[in-house]
């Protein structure tokens, strides 16, 4: 008996038409199931990346009667070849390489789109999540802004630098150097201005600093190559902001034409919300209620930006996780579940770079003096078991928020941190009671407890 037919005596057959493709830079390994190969004819083929070789591959496995396609995901080497298959109507299973980690015995390229083949043969494989492609578009627009303000960011620190070594303080008196005051002084110094009074009244009438303090730290060393490092890191910064400018111009224009989520819309109320520095220039909020049919922005530390942040890696189908545990468990914000004979080893936190979660781990740490349930519940945890896990809880809190949000078309409304308080006290004096009722006890309250 040969072991195919002994692998299938033992699994049931799910995908009998699969193919399997190792993914490399240069070339990519396809295999087929040999029973849809002629008599001498190899089911393992080898094509180079190039667009007419991917062209081939979609050929090939259409002429062997392939329906569905397992793709390992290695590094971006997979995007054009997933591109190119799902136009050509396959049905294509994107697998996590760290899923076949633990494979032992099968390290060549020929041997893993084989065993890949085999897996996916079987149903044993599980297609990691890609949103639809106009949530895959919002979300590439989304990355590149997020990469632009990391770029600007190193820039403003070589500014910095520049300032620190010339002696000029103006990190020490303003709060933000690339703010109306500081941008307004920092050129007029690249313009030749030195007297630091006259440098002084460019101060904007909301600075906490005296034109005297300001005027103090701008007394420096004015050499010339660290003016020439600081005009150069000033004009980097700038370009990096017209560049976010045109980023926000294409995500607003393609925020417009995604298909509303509701056909009849109520208009949002207005909020107030103070203004982060690297939120859009355009209206994020309405264009992000108009597409997923919820005003995310009410729950507590979820602002426009992080909505949208959150929503482009998600995607606006919140059913492709069953539960609110699957969904939680996806993003890493759950206790792990690392046991062996029935003993727990290790309930740790998957460590993880999901960028939905890290936005939402940014969210939480803003609600830490904040009066909502929100930020009194990180205050507790964070009392009882530190910050980084307050962090992780209340960012759980989010997910589940959001998601039933997305699930239900509730509207969120915040009780606030006293009627929180309220409510875990009763919890707490419910539970107090319940074990001292086991216990053979009944408990009384004083004229100043519960």
Same mark, same amino acid.
């Given at each position: 008996?040969?072991?195919?037919?002994?692998?299938?005596?033992? =699994?049931?057959?799910?995908?009998?038409?699969?193919?399997?493709?190792?993914?490399?830079?240069?070339?990519?390994?396809?295999?087929?199931? #040999?029973?849809?190969?002629?008599?001498? !004819?190899?089911?393992?083929?080898?094509?180079?990346?190039?667009?007419?070789?991917?062209?081939?591959?979609?050929?090939?496995?259409?002429?062997?009667?392939?329906?569905?396609?397992?793709?390992?995901?290695?590094? $971006?080497?997979?995007?054009?070849?997933?591109?190119?298959?799902?136009?050509?109507?396959?049905?294509?299973?994107?697998?996590?390489?760290?899923?076949?980690?633990?494979?032992?015995?099968?390290?060549?390229?020929?041997?893993?789109?084989?065993?890949? &083949?085999?897996?996916?043969?079987?149903?044993?494989?599980?297609?990691? =999540?890609?949103?639809?492609?106009?949530?895959?578009?919002?979300?590439?627009?989304?990355?590149?802004?997020?990469?632009?303000?990391?770029?600007?960011?190193?820039? /403003?620190?070589? @500014?910095?630098?520049?300032?620190?070594?010339?002696?000029?303080?103006?990190?020490?008196?303003?709060?933000?150097?690339?703010?109306?005051?500081?941008?307004? $002084?920092? *050129?007029? $110094?690249?313009?030749?201005?030195?007297?630091?009074?006259?440098?002084?009244?460019?101060?904007?009438?909301?600075?906490?600093?005296?034109?005297?303090?300001?005027?103090?730290?701008?007394?420096?060393?004015?050499?010339?190559?660290?003016? =020439?490092?600081?005009?150069?890191?000033?004009?980097?910064?700038?370009?990096?902001?017209?560049?976010?400018?045109?980023?926000?111009? !294409?995500?607003?224009?393609?925020?417009?034409?995604?298909t509303p989520k509701q056909v009849e819309q109520s208009p949002?109320?207005?909020?107030?919300?103070?203004?982060?520095?690297?939120? #859009?220039?355009?209206?994020?909020?309405?264009?992000?209620?108009?597409?997923?049919?919820?005003?995310?922005?009410? /729950?507590?530390?979820i602002e426009a930006n992080t909505a949208m942040k959150v /929503?482009?890696?998600?995607?606006?189908?919140?059913?492709?996780?069953?539960?609110?545990?699957?969904?939680?468990?996806?993003?890493?914000?759950?206790?792990?579940?690392?046991?062996?004979?029935?003993?727990?080893?290790?309930?740790?936190?998957?460590?993880?770079?999901?960028?939905?979660?890290?936005?939402?781990?940014?969210?939480?740490?803003?609600?830490?003096?904040?009066?909502?349930?929100?930020?009194?519940?990180?205050?507790?945890?964070? /009392?009882?078991?530190?910050? #980084?896990?307050?962090?992780?809880?209340?960012?759980?809190?989010?997910? *589940?928020?959001?998601?039933? @949000?997305?699930?239900?078309?509730?509207?969120?409304?915040?009780?606030?941190?006293?009627?929180?308080? &309220?409510?875990?006290?009763?919890?707490?004096?419910?539970?107090?009671?319940?074990?001292?009722?086991?216990?053979?006890?009944?408990?009384v309250p004083t004229s100043a407890g519960v």
């Amino acid at each position: 008996m040969s072991k195919k037919t002994a692998a299938s005596a033992v =699994f049931n057959v799910i995908h009998p038409h699969a193919a399997g493709i190792d993914v490399g830079n240069s070339k990519h390994y396809v295999a087929v199931s #040999p029973d849809s190969c002629a008599e001498g !004819e190899s089911c393992v083929r080898h094509f180079d990346t190039f667009t007419c070789d991917l062209l081939q591959i979609a050929d090939w496995l259409a002429a062997h009667h392939v329906t569905t396609v397992a793709l390992e995901s290695t590094g $971006i080497y997979w995007i054009p070849l997933f591109e190119v298959l799902e136009s050509r109507g396959f049905e294509v299973c994107l697998v996590d390489t760290r899923r076949l980690k633990s494979v032992p015995g099968r390290k060549s390229d020929v041997k893993d789109c084989q065993w890949l &083949q085999q897996l996916h043969t079987f149903g044993l494989l599980h297609s990691a =999540f890609r949103p639809n492609e106009e949530i895959c578009v919002l979300r590439t627009y989304l990355r590149q802004r997020e990469m632009l303000i990391a770029n600007a960011g190193q820039h /403003i620190q070589h @500014m910095q630098k520049a300032l620190q070594q010339m002696n000029i303080k103006l990190s020490n008196v303003l709060s933000d150097i690339t703010g109306t005051s500081g941008m307004l $002084i920092i *050129q007029a $110094i690249l313009d030749g201005e030195r007297n630091p009074v006259k440098l002084a009244k460019h101060r904007d009438r909301r600075c906490k600093n005296s034109e005297e303090t300001i005027a103090k730290s701008l007394v420096g060393n004015w050499r010339a190559d660290h003016l =020439f490092e600081l005009r150069q890191a000033v004009e980097l910064v700038r370009f990096y902001q017209q560049k976010m400018a045109d980023c926000d111009r !294409e995500i607003e224009t393609w925020l417009q034409t995604i298909t509303p989520k509701q056909v009849e819309q109520s208009p949002l109320p207005p909020k107030k919300a103070k203004k982060n520095p690297h939120s #859009p220039d355009f209206d994020a909020r309405s264009l992000l209620y108009r597409a997923i049919g919820v005003d995310l922005t009410l /729950i507590p530390g979820i602002e426009a930006n992080t909505a949208m942040k959150v /929503i482009g890696e998600i995607g606006r189908d919140i059913n492709r996780w069953p539960t609110v545990k699957h969904f939680a468990s996806w993003l890493c914000l759950c206790p792990g579940n690392k046991t062996s004979g029935g003993r727990v080893l290790n309930s740790r936190t998957r460590s993880s770079n999901n960028r939905a979660a890290t936005a939402l781990r940014l969210a939480a740490q803003s609600l830490e003096r904040t009066k909502t349930a929100l930020g009194a519940f990180f205050r507790r945890i964070k /009392i009882r078991k530190g910050a #980084p896990k307050a962090v992780t809880a209340t960012a759980h809190k989010l997910a *589940q928020l959001i998601y039933f @949000m997305l699930k239900k078309g509730e509207t969120y409304v915040d009780i606030g941190q006293d009627a929180y308080e &309220q409510r875990y006290q009763a919890r707490v004096v419910e539970s107090v009671r319940r074990r001292a009722a086991q216990l053979g006890y009944y408990l009384v309250p004083t004229s100043a407890g519960v």
